[in-house]
């Protein structure tokens, strides 16, 4: 019996994210839903500020470290 494919970015609905830079005016952004198509993986934005700001984008530049970094930091943080 072939064992089940692990899912790509389980966690990643609910999970936070703060742009290294200002994404359509905010930093804040949680992921609210998530998309599959063929083998990548895509995840709707929300920023947290302003929920009518919202947009998709392929999971993997969320690994990007220069673009986007895990849960909410303080400016501090950003520009330390």
Same mark, same amino acid.
């Given at each position: 019996m072939p064992k089940p494919k692990k899912q790509k970015f389980p966690h990643l609905v609910?999970?936070?994210w703060t742009a290294q830079q200002r994404t359509m005016g905010w930093r804040h952004f949680q992921v609210v839903n @998530?998309?599959?198509q063929g083998k +990548?993986?895509?995840a709707e934005l929300v920023a947290s500020c302003d929920p #009518?700001? @919202?947009f998709w984008i392929n999971a #993997?530049?969320?690994k990007n470290r220069q673009l986007?970094?895990?849960g909410w930091q303080t +400016? /501090? /943080?950003i520009t330390g």
């Open positions: 609910g999970s936070k @998530r998309k599959n +990548l993986v895509f #009518t700001v @919202r #993997t530049v969320l986007w970094k895990a +400016l /501090e /943080e």
